[in-house]
Nanobody
């Protein structure tokens, strides 16, 4: 069973930065699609960014492109989300998700949540100011 554990959330002033981490275990194969989603109270889940783990291709949602960067460690066991120039509207619970590579191939920057099978518990990000 795939387990995803997020960390790194917290409170930050507008314009600041945070880096989230997601440690994955229990999966097989290195050809996967790892993504970050977010969901604020009363709002739909929104795709933030994804990375095709075997080749490193990245995808971003329109609202974060140019401000957020998704990356992974060499072992492809940890996925990061570097968030810069944070805005109050970035306040949300952030979730890590895992899917077969097809989620990146067919979803791309649309980041369809329905393609992702495994989800972490989430980490809260609050941006004030």
């Amino acid at each position: 069973k795939v387990q995803l554990v997020e960390s790194g959330g917290g409170s930050v002033q507008a314009g600041g930065s945070l880096t989230l981490s997601c440690v994955a275990s229990g999966y097989s194969g290195s050809n996967r699609c790892m993504a970050w989603f977010r969901q604020a109270p009363g709002k739909e889940r929104e795709g933030v960014a994804a990375i095709w783990t075997s080749i490193g291709t990245t995808y971003y949602g329109a609202s974060v492109k140019g401000r957020f960067t998704i990356s992974q460690n060499n072992a492809k066991t940890t996925t990061y989300l570097r968030m810069s120039s944070l805005k109050p509207e970035d306040t949300s619970m952030y979730y890590c998700a895992n899917a077969p590579a097809r989620a990146c191939v067919i979803g791309g920057s649309r980041l369809p949540a329905s393609e992702y099978n495994d989800w972490g518990q989430g980490t809260q990000v609050t941006v004030s100011g």
